[in-house]
């Protein structure tokens, strides 16, 4: 029986989330191989690709998306560059898996949906909640009705520290943050579509970057279409640790979902009781993160539509602007007015 060959797949931009990306496409998915890496910042593909393997280099992008040797790329930038490249790759006839948010803008949305449509190529975009096994699991047993008929649904992000407030780009609270949250609420309640919100926010955190449009705190109710009611809670400074959590209250019966524990392990003594609690992201979600890289590969392979598609990252993305219409004018906004 013959060996498929390995998917070559190139990664762009080699920071924090990318330089993980990196790791698993080297070295923890079997049928892929991290063909290349480009990143303009001077050395870090270079520095990244030397300690992965023999791997492709290249300082200008454009360079990897002309690269013959890549079908595939990961788009693992800053949110405000992701559209552009999007539509760069998919153009140059690459499979697309995008980091979100996909766009910040609905025009940059749909110019990413529909150069990839044209294109005929996979376009998957990176919510991750959607492949952990508890909101994986959740997700499925409301499809199955087995909590009847959502009715209170709640997601909430709490990112343990706000270091260095003065690099973080206006509404990146929803833009970025929450808009995991739109997406996994939408997910929970399936079929059903969000059409109203309320946000609130506010500079709790780092009140001294407020006037430099840093929210660090922030409420949003969603009302969606078949009645059920939402919230979605976002705080940049849990001292305690990362905590990613998620419930769904339907007609006959609840699902929860997230724990921030690393271990089952409780500790008692003299100050009473305590438990180590994941302290980022790749700790919480390290398999989620690698479970969906594995789709996207079977996706290009297999030619099966992303179970994460571009549409999918709109729609978060009209909630997101829909909730940042509502702290700048305070009262509710109706999605479809948004979109």
């Known amino acids: 029986m013959t060996t498929p060959r390995p998917l070559p797949v190139g990664l762009i931009g080699a920071g924090r989330m990318g330089s993980f990306h990196a790791e698993t496409l080297a070295r923890r998915l079997p049928g892929v191989r991290l063909a290349a890496i480009a990143d303009p910042a001077p050395g870090a593909a270079q520095g990244l690709g030397d300690r992965l393997g023999r791997t492709a280099a290249y300082t200008e992008i454009a360079e990897l998306l002309a690269d013959p040797g890549v079908e595939a790329v990961v788009i693992a930038t800053p949110a405000r560059t992701h559209a552009g490249l999007v539509e760069a790759a998919v153009r140059a006839g690459k499979a697309v898996y995008c ?26 975009v990176g919510f991750n909640r959607r492949y952990d096994t508890g909101f994986h699991a959740a997700h499925e047993k409301v499809r199955a009705g087995a909590i009847g008929t959502p009715q209170l649904l709640r997601s909430l992000t709490r990112d343990p520290e706000l270091a260095d407030p003065g690099r973080i780009p206006p509404w990146t609270i ?14 929970l309640n399936p079929g059903a579509t969000p ?21 660090d705190t922030a409420v949003v109710t969603i009302r969606f279409d078949n009645g059920a009611l939402a919230t979605a809670e976002a705080n940049f400074q849990a001292v305690y640790g990362y905590d990613v959590r998620g419930e769904v209250f339907g007609s006959a019966g609840m699902l929860t979902m997230g724990d921030i524990r690393r271990g089952h392990l409780t500790a008692y003594g003299p100050d009473g009781s305590a438990a180590e609690c994941v ?12 479970a969906e890289l594995a789709d996207f590969a079977e996706c290009v392979r297999t030619g099966r539509a992303p179970s994460v598609t571009g549409q999918d990252a709109r729609a978060a993305l ?22």
């Open 99 to 124: 980091e979100k948010p996909m766009a910040v803008t609905l025009e940059e949305a749909d110019r990413a949906i529909e150069a990839a449509a044209a294109a005929g190529v996979p376009l998957q």
């Open 195 to 215: 059409v109203e919100v309320f946000a609130f926010a506010d500079a709790l955190v780092r009140p001294d970057f407020k006037d430099r449009g840093l929210l």
């Open 318 to 339: 009209s909630v997101a602007l829909a909730a940042i219409e509502s702290v700048t004018t305070g009262g509710p906004v109706r999605v479809g007015d948004i979109a």
């Open 279 to 290: 302290a980022y992201d790749q700790e919480l979600f390290r398999d989620a993160y690698v």
């Open 174 to 187: 929803f833009l970025e943050t929450l808009i995991h949250d739109f997406d996994i609420l939408r997910h």
